[in-house]
């Protein structure tokens, strides 16, 4: 297929890689920024653009990858174009596109990207959505030459899908980084957290998360929770590691 | 080294089994239920009470792997011995010791740990102290033989150390329960968020957590913060959300 980029950010990036590496063909990039549409469009060999107007209009799939607020006021820009329109955004419904194109759909890849670090596409679960059968089949065919789990998710869906993965990942990173910081105001470095992060992780590939919790929260160890609060600095955390331990004793109460 | 098991739960099976690879004798387990202490002497050979009493007097080092709050009357009803008492909390200090024996210390394995799952102890960080340079010597000795990454840490910094790792796995373990119970209610497997959960924790192996952050709150973007608010639907939750979504992005503005 060829394929026109709208956005250049970490999925975008991603994404146009893995499309490119499975044969396709990244006809432009766009983004706002030149810079950012030229670093991508070089990765790729394509042609880049920052203005709307110059988007090529006889590509195969538009794929937009920005800012969900930033989607909309996009859109209402766009020149007309054939093809697909798709976007990769966990929380838009794929009727955002409703009164722009008559294909439109959704590939939304689950998983968290950064520039500078590979990952490996063909295990990252992909979901998919079209406004049509004929498009639904174009939009799975592009998914399934980029990853070996390509699934159906409707709007509704997806959203809570979306929600899931930022505890999953937004959330439990988080608490990676006041755990670092909570060492660094100690003199200990981060590293010796590793093994203990990497078995945190591994131990829910093989049970239930809810089997796995340990810690004074779970065995609601009074004492040594309160203790802890005391060592904290700021009123945030304190209410975070409150509010955290209260969550985990409720569902530990329930069994 | 003859070693005796005060305590049978996640940390003391895991401990002992690795010293017992490592060439050292279990003596002896000690719990309060004797089906409890009866499983661990079975799996590494050594005789069991669950009769404080009935503690063997005679071993080089005594293991007490308890709860934190059980270990404080624990040692009012020890008999007198020979040999180093050492304990596995992470904040306990080793202090709790002083008045009952004149050797004593501190060997805290930093590691979750759930009894059906094996752990190559080898890669487990483990902190010692001792109250005296003789007894930090045996303890690190007997740590050496079961891990690589032995290191001296005090007291006052281990509470610390538990603190961040309470954070780095309790809490990031119960991001990952919160997730599962959202996917759950909409029919759709926790599967799907496993290769985001091994990412998320292996992008921490290479990257400063920080950097690592992604997700609405990281960016800012209120819109669909308030919409995934209004997806969850108990008040505990929707709390939890939005303080995280705040301590995220009270780290964002200060760079």
Redesign the interface.
């Known amino acids: 297929m060829r394929i026109v980029f709208i956005g250049s950010g ?1 999925v975008a990036t991603h994404l146009a890689r893995a499309l490119k590496n499975a044969g396709h063909e990244i006809a432009q990039v766009y983004s706002r920024t030149q810079e950012h549409a030229a670093a991508l469009a070089q990765a790729t060999g394509a042609e880049f653009t920052s203005e709307l107007s110059e988007i090529r209009t006889g590509a195969d799939t538009y794929v937009f990858s920005v ?3 930033a989607l909309e006021p996009l859109l209402r820009n766009m020149p007309e174009t054939n093809g697909i329109w798709l976007h990769t955004a966990g ?1 838009v419904p794929a009727d955002i596109f409703r009164s722009h194109v008559s294909d439109y759909g959704v590939l939304y890849p ?5 520039k ?2 590979e ?1 490996n596409f063909s ?3 992909l979901f998919i959505e079209a406004n049509n059968e004929g498009t639904s089949r174009k939009i799975e065919q592009l998914a399934k030459s980029i990853s070996e789990d390509v ?1 159906y ?1 409707s709007s509704e ?1 997806r ?22 910081e ?2 660094a ?2 003199g ?1 470095e ?1 590293d ?28 609601f ?1 009074e ?2 929770i309160e ?2 609060i005391r ?2 600095n700021d009123d ?2 304190k ?3 409150r ?2 331990s ?3 004793h ?2 530990s109460k329930n069994d």
């Open positions: 970490n800012k969900d607020d929380s689950l998983q968290t990207f950064s500078k670090r990952v295990e990252i679960p699934r998710l869906k959203q809570y899908l979306h929600l899931s993965a930022v505890f999953a990942c937004n959330f439990s990173n988080h608490m990676y980084v006041l755990a670092s909570i060492l105001a100690q200990i981060f010796v957290l590793k093994p203990l992060i990497a078995e945190t992780a591994a131990k829910v590939a093989e049970m239930a998360p809810k089997q796995a919790q340990t810690g004074p929260a779970v065995r160890d004492k040594i203790k802890q060592l904290l945030t955390t209410n975070l590691y509010l955290i209260e969550s985990i409720k569902r």
